[in-house]
């Protein structure tokens, strides 16, 4: 609207500059005319073409506003109806329509014509006793007259005029007469006409007006907006999506993406309804936001990173990774995906070397652990390098004893290596159980080795001494627990009583994941002195049928 107003103000006197004036309507009626709240804009362009008495594109304009629902859709109705009324047909409607209309009205008043004339002809009855009476012959004798008298209703021809052309003004003469009632009910239809269009409008308004009520901030701010006013942004955009136009849906997006510039699930959102339709929308919608609004959102660059890889664009998918990674050091997530970008293009020497920066650069020792643990199983997975991997792990190990994830993942890959043998593995695992670890860490090591054991051990020795020290740590872990809860005062009496260790209940401390294994392990063990009874006996094939 300012702009149009400078416009105008510059060159509005210059009658060249008109149609000038008239392109940079079109071009915001085409950016913002389908707004909810672009009533300012309409009234402004239908007012400069009034200024001009240019009454058939103001009617063409009114056209067009009409199907668009907008606040004040009822009053812009109410306006197009003083300008039928104020004005002749001719002037404010194109020759075709007005053509059309005109022979719509002349062919029902001839209608309603011929109806009254024939109720009146059969109402009418002749008067008894009358009789033709002859005419009074003024001519003296042995005279005719020239000029004899017309019959009643007939007209004169004085031009010697032939029938078609006396009927001709005939009708000129009652078009004439007729006008003013013609155009009268030629504006009727006009009017009835966009009626239709008016009711299908109000509908629509109707069905946007909660949402439109429920937006209180149109306007940028930096201040957060409230919950309420986010959630009405989304469910309308939702409803507009499944059930409005392209463009309408464009154009509250827009209007979104001004009160909620500074949230990046809106651009997400309004970056995947664009996508089906223009990828070159997109990347527009990804540039405003990630260079201007969000420079500094990692999930609205993830998002861009992935949209150009998935396009094939992976150069433009590295560069916005290495942006965010610029502005923003030490983003975990950033890295990681750019790692994974690398190894997704098969470009493993640059990814080895990424894991060794962020390894060298962590800031700590648990960030190091982290990125050393990924980079062991890309080794092991990958590139098949096991030794490499269980050095940089043992290497890890030094400087962070008490990491779970490191004994872990070298257990993994020692079981993973064809070479690898029994000792090797017990090794890695009783080092994890000798270690500082947490006493669940502890216990998770140790009921591994008793599971690797039972699956690939080849003395039974080694599986109950596993076995034995299984239950001393399960047993230290419960007395912990047990102090803890006693130095809190939350132990409740019922629970203090229970000190037989003997029992079962021993075997049921750990409950992270492996519930059932320690007391199916004690029942096993248990049961080991009737070993060759149990094996061997009359009933342990009877599940076989034996």
């Given at each position: 609207?300012?702009?149009?107003s400078f416009?105008?103000?510059?060159?509005?006197?210059d009658?060249?500059?008109?149609?000038?004036i008239?392109?940079?309507?079109?071009?915001?009626?085409?950016?913002?005319?389908?707004?909810?709240?672009?009533?300012?804009l309409?009234?402004?362009?239908i007012t400069?073409?009034?200024?001009?008495?240019?009454?058939?594109?103001i009617t063409?304009?009114y056209?067009?506003?009409l199907?668009?629902p907008?606040?004040l859709?009822?009053?812009?109705?109410?306006?197009?109806?003083?300008?039928?009324?104020?004005n002749?047909p001719?002037?404010?409607?194109?020759?075709?329509?007005?053509?059309?209309l005109?022979?719509e009205?002349?062919?029902e008043?001839?209608?309603?014509?011929?109806a009254?004339?024939n109720?009146v002809?059969?109402?009418?009855?002749?008067?008894?006793?009358?009789?033709?009476?002859?005419?009074?012959?003024d001519v003296?004798?042995?005279?005719e007259?020239p000029?004899?008298?017309?019959?009643?209703?007939?007209t004169?021809?004085?031009?010697g005029?032939?029938?078609?052309e006396?009927?001709?003004?005939?009708d000129?003469?009652?078009?004439y007469?007729?006008d003013e009632?013609?155009?009268?009910k030629?504006?009727?239809?006009?009017?009835?006409?966009?009626?239709?269009?008016?009711?299908?409008?109000e509908?629509?308004?109707?069905?946007?007006?909660?949402?439109?009520?429920?937006?209180?901030r149109?306007?940028?701010?930096v201040?957060?907006?409230?919950?309420?006013q986010?959630?009405?942004?989304?469910?309308?955009?939702?409803w507009?999506i499944?059930?409005?136009?392209?463009?309408?849906?464009i154009i509250?997006f827009e209007?979104?993406?001004i009160a909620?510039?500074?949230?990046?699930?809106?651009?997400?959102?309004?970056?995947?309804f664009?996508e089906p339709?223009?990828l070159?929308?997109?990347?527009?919608?990804?540039q405003r936001a990630?260079?201007i609004?969000?420079?500094?959102?990692?999930?609205?660059?993830?998002?861009?990173?992935?949209?150009e890889e998935?396009?094939?664009?992976?150069?433009?998918?590295?560069?916005?990774?290495t942006?965010?990674?610029n502005?923003v050091?030490g983003?975990?997530?950033?890295?990681v995906?750019?790692l994974?970008?690398?190894?997704r293009?098969?470009k493993?020497?640059e990814?080895?070397?990424?894991y060794?920066?962020?390894i060298?650069?962590?800031?700590?020792?648990?960030?190091a652990s982290f990125?050393?643990?990924?980079y062991?199983?890309f080794l092991n997975?990958?590139?098949?390098e096991?030794?490499?991997?269980?050095?940089?792990?043992?290497?890890?190990?030094?400087n962070?004893?008490?990491?779970?994830?490191?004994?872990m993942?070298?257990?993994?890959?020692?079981?993973?290596?064809?070479?690898s043998?029994a000792?090797?593995?017990?090794t890695?695992?009783?080092?994890a159980?000798?270690?500082?670890?947490?006493?669940?860490?502890?216990?998770?090591f140790?009921?591994?080795?008793l599971?690797?054991?039972?699956?690939?051990?080849?003395?039974?020795?080694?599986?109950?001494?596993?076995?034995?020290?299984?239950?001393?740590?399960i047993?230290?872990?419960?007395?912990?627990k047990?102090?803890?809860?006693?130095e809190?005062g939350?132990?409740?009496?019922?629970k203090k009583s229970k000190?037989?260790w003997?029992?079962?209940?021993?075997t049921?401390?750990?409950?992270?994941?492996?519930q059932?294994?320690?007391?199916?392990?004690?029942?096993y063990?248990n049961?080991?002195?009737?070993?060759n009874?149990?094996?061997?006996?009359?009933?342990?094939?009877?599940?076989?049928g034996?």
């Amino acid at each position: 609207m300012h702009f149009i107003s400078f416009y105008k103000s510059k060159y509005g006197q210059d009658p060249a500059a008109k149609e000038d004036i008239r392109r940079v309507y079109e071009r915001a009626i085409t950016a913002g005319g389908t707004e909810f709240r672009s009533d300012k804009l309409w009234d402004s362009y239908i007012t400069w073409e009034t200024e001009d008495k240019n009454l058939r594109q103001i009617t063409l304009i009114y056209d067009r506003l009409l199907t668009v629902p907008t606040q004040l859709y009822s009053h812009h109705f109410e306006n197009f109806k003083t300008h039928v009324t104020n004005n002749h047909p001719k002037e404010f409607l194109t020759l075709d329509e007005f053509m059309k209309l005109r022979a719509e009205v002349v062919k029902e008043i001839k209608a309603e014509k011929e109806a009254t004339e024939n109720s009146v002809l059969d109402g009418e009855e002749a008067a008894p006793g009358t009789a033709e009476t002859p005419a009074v012959d003024d001519v003296p004798p042995g005279e005719e007259d020239p000029s004899p008298s017309p019959a009643p209703g007939e007209t004169v021809n004085l031009l010697g005029l032939d029938q078609n052309e006396v009927q001709a003004i005939k009708d000129v003469s009652a078009f004439y007469q007729d006008d003013e009632n013609e155009m009268q009910k030629v504006r009727e239809k006009v009017i009835e006409l966009r009626e239709k269009v008016h009711r299908l409008t109000e509908e629509e308004v109707s069905k946007r007006w909660n949402y439109e009520e429920g937006i209180r901030r149109p306007y940028f701010h930096v201040k957060p907006l409230e919950k309420s006013q986010l959630k009405n942004w989304k469910e309308y955009l939702e409803w507009e999506i499944a059930t409005g136009s392209h463009e309408r849906t464009i154009i509250l997006f827009e209007r979104c993406m001004i009160a909620c510039a500074l949230y990046e699930d809106m651009w997400v959102m309004y970056a995947k309804f664009m996508e089906p339709h223009s990828l070159e929308g997109v990347r527009n919608i990804f540039q405003r936001a990630g260079r201007i609004h969000l420079p500094t959102k990692p999930n609205l660059h993830l998002q861009w990173s992935a949209f150009e890889e998935k396009h094939g664009n992976y150069e433009a998918a590295l560069e916005i990774l290495t942006h965010l990674e610029n502005a923003v050091p030490g983003l975990t997530s950033v890295a990681v995906r750019t790692l994974g970008f690398h190894k997704r293009q098969k470009k493993y020497k640059e990814a080895s070397e990424l894991y060794e920066k962020y390894i060298k650069e962590s800031s700590g020792p648990k960030l190091a652990s982290f990125f050393t643990v990924k980079y062991a199983r890309f080794l092991n997975k990958v590139t098949k390098e096991l030794q490499k991997a269980k050095d940089i792990l043992n290497e890890a190990l030094a400087n962070d004893k008490n990491n779970s994830k490191l004994h872990m993942q070298l257990v993994e890959i020692e079981c993973e290596e064809p070479e690898s043998n029994a000792d090797q593995i017990v090794t890695v695992l009783d080092n994890a159980i000798n270690s500082d670890l947490s006493q669940d860490d502890r216990v998770k090591f140790s009921r591994r080795k008793l599971e690797y054991l039972e699956e690939y051990g080849t003395s039974v020795d080694k599986i109950l001494e596993a076995y034995d020290a299984h239950q001393d740590l399960i047993r230290d872990k419960e007395v912990e627990k047990r102090k803890s809860e006693s130095e809190a005062g939350d132990a409740p009496a019922a629970k203090k009583s229970k000190t037989d260790w003997s029992t079962k209940t021993t075997t049921t401390a750990s409950t992270n994941g492996y519930q059932s294994y320690d007391q199916s392990s004690q029942d096993y063990y248990n049961q080991w002195g009737n070993y060759n009874a149990g094996y061997y006996g009359q009933n342990s094939w009877s599940g076989y049928g034996y």
